[in-house]
């Protein structure tokens, strides 16, 4: 069923959307389906167009100010989609300057409905502008908050490590199963519901509640004997089985009333 915008957000009857990857394409697509004209997505050298309400960038960071050039006067408001760089990169014609960072992740092909529900970063260089963002992740059906620039390396920082990084690390295990001699098809299907029954429990409980294991348990035999497994099958892995100890070590640790 498509996506619509929630009832109590206003529809901004026009938007440009710049860049055609995982993103563009999703939140052109949402946005469509939440009832605004698209246009786009859009290449990264301006295509001239009748005047739009807003243009959100959706190009990689090192892009963001070309681009925003590129694109200046076409809108009165004109946002990147980026978690880190600040609004500053957004150096052009507006009357305001907005960020709009859903908390997701895209792999193509994705429905409008990924967007619903999910947290959003939003700034804005003005009242209006910030208020554009807002209205956006409203039609989106995403909850806003505010970030400031000071804080976005910080915060996207914490997305990466909780999205980016676990795929790492998933990726680490599937190696050193494979060094186990398990095939590969076999290490990630039988890791997969081990990952899901983890991520489950971490979202109902907490990292500290939710963690199990040899480390969780005080067993240095295990851990120690892992260890040696690790080196034998995956040595340039052992600097990071050995920092995740620590930090598993510290996690174990810390009180409840931590969390």
């Known amino acids: 069923?498509?996506?619509?915008?929630?009832?109590?957000?206003?529809?901004?009857?026009?938007?440009?959307v710049v860049g055609n990857g995982r993103l563009g394409t999703a939140l052109a697509r949402a946005l469509r389906a939440a009832g605004t004209r698209v246009v786009g997505p859009l290449g990264r050298s301006a295509e001239r167009n009748a005047p739009l309400d807003?243009?959100?960038?959706?190009?990689?960071?090192?892009?963001?100010?070309?681009?925003?050039?590129?694109?200046?006067?076409?809108?009165?408001?004109?946002?990147?989609?980026?978690?880190?760089?600040?609004?500053?990169a957004l150096d052009a014609s507006?009357?305001?300057?907005?960020?709009?960072?859903p908390l997701q992740t895209f792999?193509?092909?994705?429905?409008?409905?990924?967007?619903?529900?999910?947290a959003c970063a939003i700034?804005?260089?003005?009242?209006?502008?910030l208020g554009t963002a807002r209205r956006l992740a409203g039609m989106l059906g995403m909850q806003a908050f505010e970030i400031s620039d000071a804080n976005r390396a910080a915060y996207h920082a914490a997305a990466c490590i909780a999205s980016n990084?676990?795929?790492?690390?998933?990726?680490?295990?599937?190696?050193?199963?494979?060094?186990?001699?398990?095939?590969?098809t076999t290490a990630h299907d039988m890791l997969v519901p081990l990952v899901?029954?983890?991520?489950?429990?971490?979202?109902?409980?907490?990292?500290?509640?939710?963690?199990?294991?040899?480390?969780a348990r005080g067993d240095q035999?295990?851990?120690?004997?892992?260890?040696?497994?690790?080196?034998?099958?995956?040595?340039?892995?052992?600097?990071?089985?050995?920092?995740?100890?620590?930090?598993?070590q510290a996690l174990a640790g810390r009180p409840e009333a931590a969390e």
């Open 196 to 215: 899901e029954a983890s991520v489950e429990n971490w979202a109902a409980h907490g990292p500290r509640s939710a963690l199990t294991g040899p480390v």
């Open 1 to 16: 069923m498509p996506a619509r915008a929630r009832a109590d957000a206003t529809v901004l009857e026009s938007v440009g």
């Open 165 to 184: 990084f676990l795929m790492t690390l998933e990726d680490a295990a599937e190696q050193i199963a494979r060094g186990a001699g398990i095939d590969a």
């Open 221 to 248: 035999g295990t851990v120690a004997r892992q260890r040696v497994a690790v080196g034998q099958v995956a040595p340039e892995l052992l600097a990071l089985f050995d920092v995740l100890v620590e930090r598993t």
């Open 54 to 88: 807003a243009i959100v960038l959706c190009v990689p960071d090192a892009q963001i100010a070309r681009a925003a050039a590129a694109y200046a006067g076409m809108a009165p408001f004109i946002g990147h989609t980026s978690g880190a760089t600040p609004l500053t």
């Open 107 to 118: 792999v193509g092909g994705d429905a409008p409905e990924r967007f619903d529900g999910v």
């Open 94 to 101: 507006a009357e305001g300057l907005f960020g709009l960072h």
């Open 123 to 129: 700034a804005g260089s003005t009242t209006e502008a």
